[in-house]
């Protein structure tokens, strides 16, 4: 049931964020970077709220529902919400020093896989 769950998230998560590239090339003539930073900003801002009410007890998901939700709807959406909700995790654990370094080394090693991989290509 966990990878129905992920795949169908993933399809309804695939199709907003497709959505939001449509709008957003009809309304500014381009998605670079419009499209990415709505998005990543959007899934974030979800996946914040719904760690939040969780989190205060005003929210209960079972174990499906997070995964279809979570990893299926945000996921498809876009992984950067993920990745925010990991670096809220460390730091609200206290391992602030393990958040930054999160969020370093995943944009300059992802800098450099997309710059080498292009290069290696070509």
Known sequence: MTWIAVGL???????????VNAALAHFT????PYATATVNVIGSLVIGVLAGLMAGGRLHMSPFQRTFVF???????????SFML???TL??????HVAAA???AQLVL???AV?????LAR
């Open 86 to 88: 990991d670096t809220l």
């Open 110 to 112: 992802g800098a450099i």
């Open 29 to 32: 003539e381009t998605t670079t």
């Open 102 to 104: 999160n969020v370093a």
């Open 91 to 96: 730091a609200h654990g206290h391992q602030h």
């Open 71 to 81: 990893v299926g709807i945000l996921g498809g959406f876009t992984t950067f919400s």
């Open 9 to 19: 998230g993933g399809a309804l998560g695939s199709l907003a964020r497709h959505g």
């Open 115 to 119: 710059f080498g991989g292009y290069a």
